[in-house]
């Protein structure tokens, strides 16, 4: 069965470095999302992305955050400079062509920030 | 805006009894509604979702969940649990013309043999 991959399961950087999380998603599906959970708290949606643009973003998705589609396989999240706070799980997750389709989830990219 | 509470953080249940995992949300219309199942050092996997119809639902390994509107409730159900279902639950609600989930905060499973 077809699944989202990401690298790389754990990512661990300096307060202030910048970070780039790639996700493999589906691949014949279009849409493209990026979730974080923090430790102990909620899943919460950052941004979804369709047609090489962003279609939706949430507040925690402020200028430090950008989302690529670099080619045609790959969907990356940079952080630009992290910070403490941004140490989460961070999932990618893809859909089929309609956005009310089944979102595949991957398994997830640890980041810690020191 | 809309939200989502599960009020068990835990629930634990031994192998073969019911099972039945609580989801209230708020929102002002009928929303979507989600659940989701994460197994260690896995992705989330949707079980079951609601978008219109039939309120009682049908999923995937055996599981149902029925949305009550008077009670804003879409608690998750299985008849009999295996070992393989101790994961974290997710429930989760969108709003009509977004398909973008707000999830709540959880239920860890725990299967006793």
């Known amino acids: 069965e077809p699944e989202v991959t990401q690298t790389p399961s754990h990512q661990v950087t300096q307060m202030g470095q910048e970070v780039i999380l790639r996700c493999v998603p589906i691949?014949?599906?279009?849409?493209f999302y990026w979730y974080r959970q923090i430790l102990g708290q909620k899943v919460e949606f950052l941004v979804s992305?369709?047609?090489?643009?962003?279609?939706?973003k949430s507040e925690i998705f402020d200028d430090q955050f950008s989302v690529e589609r670099p080619d045609g396989s790959n969907f990356t999240l940079k952080i630009r400079s992290t910070k403490l706070e941004d140490s989460a799980m961070y999932f990618c997750?893809?859909?089929?062509?309609?956005?009310?389709?089944?979102?595949?989830f991957g398994p997830g990219t640890r980041l810690t920030v020191l | 805006a809309q939200s989502v509470t599960q009020p068990d953080i835990h629930i634990t249940v031994s192998e073969g009894a019911s099972l039945e995992l609580r989801c209230n949300y708020s929102y002002g219309a009928t929303p979507y509604l989600f659940w989701y199942v994460q197994s260690p050092g896995q992705g989330l996997q949707l079980l079951l979702k609601y978008f219109s119809g039939d309120t009682l639902v049908q999923g995937i390994k055996g599981f149902e969940a029925e949305f009550k509107r008077s009670q804003s409730s879409f608690n998750l159900r299985k008849p009999s649990v295996h070992w393989s279902d101790a994961a974290e639950y997710f429930c989760?609600?969108?709003?009509?013309?977004?398909?973008?989930?707000?999830f709540g905060r959880g239920t860890s499973l725990i299967v006793h043999p």
């Open positions: 691949s014949n599906h279009l849409y």
């Open positions: 989760a609600v969108g709003e009509r013309g977004s398909y973008i989930p707000t």
């Open positions: 997750a893809s859909s089929e062509p309609r956005a009310t389709d089944t979102q595949y």
């Open positions: 992305f369709y047609n090489n643009e962003i279609s939706e």
